[in-house]
């Protein structure tokens, strides 16, 4: 079987370092890895809508700074198929057909989809576009036949619906050859990968929360924001024992800092635990680690800086990558429907065994004049 990966993000604005250490990063390691047959980033503008449909110039505007996120994080159209979502119309009627397989009842069970909407304070009030995401989510893994899927861990309930979904569409209408393909998530392998926490110590980085630092943001931007990062409340001294659970500055640098950094930048330690145990047993200020943690981030984002400034040169030509891979996206979607259309018998044009059946029972002959 072929290793197709499907993954994306939400045209809702650009990507922050909690997108890039959560899969970006993975995503482009797995690309450059060799071992997958075929790689999808999917540009989601369709499911952006469901929350913004009184913003859609949000959503539209967005795509581009979502593009020059990936291809500035080093996603390369050559070996990734880059594709906007609206513009794949038979993942709409993919969503339609498996809309039948699902409940209202399993809808509301799904804890991603209840954390949501609590967040936006829909309540009663939540679009059906909003509410049927995982549905559709669902559509955009199996067009491709995705089977790997990296995503953070909060995104494990919307695999396990697509899974579901999969089985009871193969069962019913497929049971001898299966025709959709069930994925596994792949998730980050380090704790602090797995959800990176605000600069203000939240649980979860968010643009509206305002405590993201952003792929697109200046050297300058980021080290105010690091410099200004949620610590250790009770940490008032250098003498003070200090604590890491909650510290904000040690989650992000479990998620980037490597042994070779502590020799360029910080040659007092040998290594992060080190940095630790000093913190822990008093005499490690705060501010030396947030200026240990700003090289370390500056230096992860540099290089993607500068490719982003390369690509902000010929926007059209973005437009362009997008507009292929979106094309490259269709053929397969237009193939994986045609299959599901045939597996449900409604390929009726198509059928010559139905037409045939259905002419002997109505007496018609083909020379009867």
């Known amino acids: 079987m072929s290793k197709i990966i499907l993954t994306g993000d939400r045209s809702t604005g650009r990507l922050h370092i909690g997108h890039y250490v959560g899969s970006l990063r993975q995503r482009v390691e797995l690309q450059n890895s060799g071992e997958f047959d075929k790689i999808y980033i999917m540009i989601a503008d369709a499911q952006a809508l469901t929350d913004n449909f009184e913003n859609p110039e949000k959503v539209r505007q967005n795509v581009i700074e979502v593009a020059l996120d990936y291809l500035s994080a080093g996603l390369d159209p050559a070996k990734s198929t880059l594709f906007i979502q609206s513009q794949i119309s038979e993942l709409t009627e993919l ?31 939540i679009p059906v576009g909003f509410f049927t995401y995982p549905i559709s989510q669902a559509a955009d893994i199996t067009f491709c036949k995705a089977n790997v899927v990296p995503v953070g861990e909060d995104q494990l309930p919307m695999i396990e619906q697509t899974k579901e979904i999969v ?18 998530a792949l998730i980050p392998k380090a704790d602090a990968c797995k959800r990176l926490p605000g600069t203000d110590g939240k649980a979860k980085m968010s643009k509206s929360l305002g405590n993201c630092i952003y792929l697109a943001d200046s050297a300058d931007e980021v080290r105010t924001k690091i410099m200004s990062m949620y610590t ?4 008032l001294q250098v003498s003070d024992p200090g604590h890491l659970e909650g510290n904000t500055v040690f989650t992000y640098l479990d998620a980037f800092a490597k042994d070779e950094h502590f020799e360029r930048y910080c040659p007092d330690y040998a290594n992060l635990d080190e940095m630790k145990a000093h913190y822990q047993r008093g005499g490690l200020g705060d501010v030396k680690v947030k200026k240990f943690l700003n090289n370390v981030v500056q230096e992860e984002l540099e290089p993607i800086r500068k490719r982003r400034a390369e ?5 059209p030509e973005i437009y362009n990558i997008l507009k292929n891979g979106s ?10 429907l045609s299959e599901v259309k045939n597996a449900m018998k409604i390929e009726y044009f198509e059928d010559m065994e139905l037409i045939h059946q259905q002419s002997e029972i109505y007496g018609y002959c083909s020379d009867r004049t």
């Open 95 to 125: 969503t339609f057909y498996y809309m039948n397989l699902v409940t209202v009842a399993r809808l509301q069970r799904n804890p991603t989809v209840k954390n949501e909407i609590q967040l936006r304070n829909f309540e009663a009030s």
């Open 167 to 184: 089985h009871k569409f193969n069962s019913v209408y497929a049971p001898e050859n299966p025709v959709l393909v069930e994925p596994k």
């Open 232 to 235: 250790d409340p009770l940490h």
């Open 311 to 315: 690509y902000e040169k010929d926007i």
């Open 327 to 336: 094309n490259a996206a269709r053929e397969v979607a237009a193939q994986t």
